[in-house]
């Protein structure tokens, strides 16, 4: 069993609870969120990745389709 950790599941619930305004403001986009806080909004799910390692060097955030 795979367990999340806490930070990471803070974040994944962030989008869930805040889903409709999310989708919204940024419908069609991949979100990059840390520390329940949207970061950017991109085009694709590469460039979400490749801006949130340049930003904190490792992986961990959280990135989702809105």
Do not use: H, P
């Not at 795979?2 to 919204?24: A, G, P, R, W």
Request: glycine share 8%; hydrophobic share 40%.
């Amino acid at each position: 069993m795979l367990l999340l950790e806490e930070e990471m599941l803070s974040n994944i619930l962030f989008y869930y609870q805040n889903k409709q305004v999310l989708k919204e403001t940024y419908g069609g986009k991949y979100l990059l969120i840390k520390d329940e806080k949207v970061l950017g909004s991109f085009g694709s799910w590469q460039d979400a990745c490749l801006n949130g390692l340049k930003i904190f060097r490792q992986d961990d955030f959280f990135i989702k389709y809105c």
